[in-house]
C-alpha cells in the first residue's frame, strides 16, 4: 500500500516537474522570439527641416530619400531578408529641437541609422549623439566643413558636399590672377564656412577676396549689406547663401551688375532661380539641377518623381537624400544586414555607390563623399519660367576633392 502512496506522490511530482519545465521554457523562448522578430526590421531615423526656413529642402531631400529606399531595393523595402522602415523628424531647423527630437529617435524607436539634417546648425548639434550612443549617422544635405573637419566622429558619413566642395567649383568660375573678389553669406556655420573654404581655393588661383559681408540668416532685408559690397567696388560679388528669404531681389533692385560688379554663386533650388532672372548669363556652379547629370540612376529619379509628384520635376537637394539611402542599402547589402557599427564603419569607410550625380566614394581619412559638381551658366530655355542652369562642364570628384580637415 505504501508502495503504491510513493508510487503516485513521485508521479504527481514528475508531472509537475514536467508541466513547470514546459512553462519556463514557454516563458523564456517568448522574448527570445520577439528579440528575433525585432531584428528582421532595419530602422532609419530622418531629421529634416520640415518647418522653418529651409523647409523646402527637408521636403526635397526627405522626397529624394524615399526615392532611394525603393531605387536600392527594387520597391521591396527589405535588404538581406530584412524590411527597412524609416522615422521622418522635424527639426524645426532649430538646433536644440534637433537634438531633442535625434534622442527621442534614439532611445524611443531605437533606431539603427541616423541621417539629416537640412542645416548644418542642426547636423552640427546632433553628431555627438551619433557617437554617444555608437549609431552610424549619414548627413544629407548639411554642408558645413567643421562637420567632416573639426567636429568629426568616426560614425558619421557624408553624402551632401561640404563647403570646400561648393568652393573649389566657385573659384574655378571666376578666380584668376588680379581679380578682386567680394563675398556674401548668413553669418552662421554654413556661411562662414563657406567663405573661409571659396577664400582660401580663390586665392591659390590668384585672385584677391577684398571683403567679406555677413548677414543676419533670418534677415529680409540686406540693403546696407549690398551697399557695403558696392562701396568696396569689386570685380565679382560671389554669394553663399541657402533658404528662402535669399537676397537676389535687393541684388537686382540695387543694380549690383550695373555698377561693374559681376555676379556668381551656385545655382539655387528652383524656387530661387525664380528671383534670378536679371542674372541671366552669369557663370557660375551647380550641385544638381536634373538635366545635368547623365547616368541610369538621374533618369530613374527623374521619371519617377515625375510620376509620384504630378509632373514635378527633382529639386536641388532631392538627388541627396536619394544618395544617403542608396549609401544605406550599400552598406547592408555589402555587411549582410549587419548593423554593428563598427563593422558599418569598416564596410562604408571606401565604399564607393552609384547616385543620381555618378559615382560617390567615402573617403576613408574623413568619410566624405567625393563627388561630381557642375560649371553652369544661367541661360533662358523657352518653356521654363526661370532661368536654366547650363552645363560648361563637369567638375569631376577628383578635381573637387576638399583637404582634409579633421
Known sequence: MRKRKFSAVMLVLCFLLIFASACNSKSSSEPKEEKEESKETIKIGVLASMTGALESYGKQST?????GLDYATDGTREVAGKKIEFVIE??????????????????EDGVDFLVGSSSSGDTLAVLPLAEEYQKIMVVEPAVADSITGSEFNPYLFRTSRNSSQDAVAGAA????DGVKIATFAPDNSFGRDGIAAFKEAAEKLGAKVTHE???DPAATDFTSNVQKVIDNKPDYLFVVWAGANSPWNQIVDMKVQDKGIKISTGAPDIAALGTMGALVGMEGFSVYYHDLPKNEVNNWLVEEHKKRFNGEVPDLFTPGGMSAAIAIVE?????EGDTDSEKLIETMEGMSFETPKG????RKEDHQALQTLYA?????????PYPVPVLIRELTPEETAPPIRN
Not at 359 to 362: A, C, L, N, P
Request: charged share 35%; net charge positive; proline share 2%.
Open 173 to 176: 568660375a571666376i578666380a584668376k
Open 376 to 384: 553652369i551658366k544661367l541661360e533662358n530655355k523657352d518653356g521654363v
Open 331 to 335: 552598406a547592408l547589402k555589402q555587411s
Open 359 to 362: 559615382k560617390m566614394t567615402f
Open 90 to 107: 522635424d527639426t524645426e531647423t532649430k538646433p536644440e529641437v534637433a537634438v531633442q527630437k535625434a534622442t527621442k529617435l534614439l532611445e
Open 213 to 215: 559681408e555677413y548677414a
Open 63 to 67: 522626397r529624394g530619400f524615399e526615392l
